[in-house]
C-alpha cells in the first residue's frame, strides 16, 4: 500500500539542541503510527514538522507523494489535508462548539454553511456531544473539550490526523472518553500519527509503534513486538519505567 | 459557614447548624456590626473635619459667591450645556474614526506580510510621533498650520480641524491598545487556527481579532473618557464647546461658577462611564480566570 505520509531523514534542531536526527518513516492508508518515547524525545515535534508549523532542518516530508516541505508548495493548501489535534484543546474561546467545528470548513473549504453545520452535527451526534452543539467550550469538560477538538479536525475529511498527546491534559476518567473517540476513527480508516504516553492505548490503535530515543527512531515493529517484546536495550528501560507509573 | 455546594440535597434537608456553628455565626455578626460603627465613625469625622475646615476658612464668603454662586449656575446652564452638545458630537464622530484607523494601524503593525512593509514602517513612524507629542500642539499645528496651506478645497472650519487633531493623536494611542491585545492571545490559538489551514489573514480575522478586541474593551473605555475630556482642548481653536462657552460667560462677569456647571455637566457624563468599564474591566478577568490556559 502506498504510503499517505512519508517522511524522510527528516531533522530539526533549535538553537544548538537537536531535536530530530534522520528521522524516516512512512504511513501507509488506513494503518496508525504510534510515537513513543520520553518527553524531549521528539515526537511532539515531529507532528508539529509534519504540520509545517515547524520548518525542518533537513531531509523530506511527502503527503500523498508530493513533497510538501519544499518551499514552493502553498502551505496553507498542505495544512487543509491534514488535521492536528494539540495537548491543549486550542479551541476557540469566542465561539460556540459548531462554530468551532464549522469555521474550516465553510472559510477554507467553501462549503455551504448549512451543509457544514448538518455535517458537524453528524459528527457531535457520533461522538455524544449534540446537546453541547450551542455551547461555549469553556463550559465543557476537559475530554469533551478534546472531542471537539478531535472533531474540528476531521470536519475537513484530513488525509491524515496527527494526535500530539491529546490526553495529556485529562484525568483517567476522562482519558477513556477520548481514546474511545480516537479508536472509532482508527476502524473507520483514518490515516493517523499518534504521539502518546498511554501504553494499553498504543497496543490497541496502533499498527505500527516508533519508540524515539533523543530525536531518534531507536525501535520501530508492530505494536505487539515493540511493546511486548522489545530488542532495544533503550525502549526496554522505558517500557519498564512506564509501567512501574 | 454557608452550604453553597448542594450536591447532595436530600442529606441537605434535614441539616441543623450545630451549637458550634450558632455560636460561631453569632461572634461573626458582633464583629461585622463593630467593623460598621468604627467606618461610620471615622468616615464622619475626617469628612466632617474637612468641609468644617474649608468653610470656617477667611476667604469662604468671597469663594462660595465666585465658584458656587447657584442662581448664576442656573441662568448660565442651558448655554453651557448647549456647548457640551458639541464635545458629544466631537467624542462620538471621532471614536468611530479613531476606531478604524487604530485597527488598520495596529494590523498594518502586526502583520508579517512583505507586501505591507512599507505600511508597517508607515505605522510604527506614525504611532512613535502621535504618541510623543501633546495633543495640544498637534491642535494647534493642525487647527492652524492647515488653513495656512491655503489649499483650494481644504477646510478652514475649526470644528472638523480641531476633529482631525483629536483623532490623530488618539487613534495612535488606541492603535497600541489594539496591537497590545493582538499580542496578548496565545500563540497556540494561532497554530490551531493555521493547523484548520486558515491563511494568515482569515486566522487573525475569524480567530486572534475577535478575542483581542473583547480582551481591550476596558482599556478603550478607559481612553473614550480621557478623549471626552481631551475634546475640551479643541475651545482653543475657537470652537464653542462647554468649556469656551463657560470661558466666555466668566469674561463676562469675572465669576467662575459657569466653570464648575462645566465641570458638573463632563462628571454627568464621565462617570457612568467609568462605572461601566469597571464592569467590563471586572467580567474580563473573571472570563480570562474561567478560560485558565487555553
Redesign the interface.
Known sequence: MRPVLSIEKVRKSFGQNTVLGEVSLQVPEHTATVLIGASGSGKSTLLRCI?L?EQIDDGAIYLDEKEITSPLVNV??A??R???V?Q???????MRVIDNIT??PI???KVKKEQARAEAKILLEKFGLLDKAEEF??RLSGGQ?QRVAII??IA?HPRALLLDEITSALDPVLVNEVLAAITELKQEGMTMVIATHEMNFAHQVANEVCFLHNGFIAERGPAAQVLQDPQDIRTKEFLRKVSLN | MTHSSNDNKNSNESWYPSELELQRQKVRSQQSRKRIAIATSSSVLVLGGLVLFIISSPGWELFKQTYFDIEYGIEVLPIVAKGITTNIRLTIIASILITILALLLALARTSKAAALTPFRILATVYVDIFRGVPLLLVILLVGFGVPALGIRGLTGNVLVLGTLAVVLTYSAYVAEVFRSGILSIHP??R?????????QA?AMR??IL??AI?RVIPPLLNDLVALIKDTGLVSILGVIDAVRAAQIQTSKTFNYTPYIVAAILFLMITIPLTRITDRALQKSIAQQN??G??
Open positions: 504540520n508549523l496553507d493548501e495544512r487543509m491534514m488535521g492536528i494539540f491543549s484543546f486550542n479551541l476557540f474561546p469566542h469555521l474550516a472559510k477554507v473549504h467550550p469553556d473539550q474540528r479536525s475537513t | 497556540s490559538q497554530a490551531a487556527a493555521r493547523s484548520l489551514g486558515l491563511t482569515q475569524y480567530v475577535p478575542q473583547r474561567s478560560q490556559t487555553t
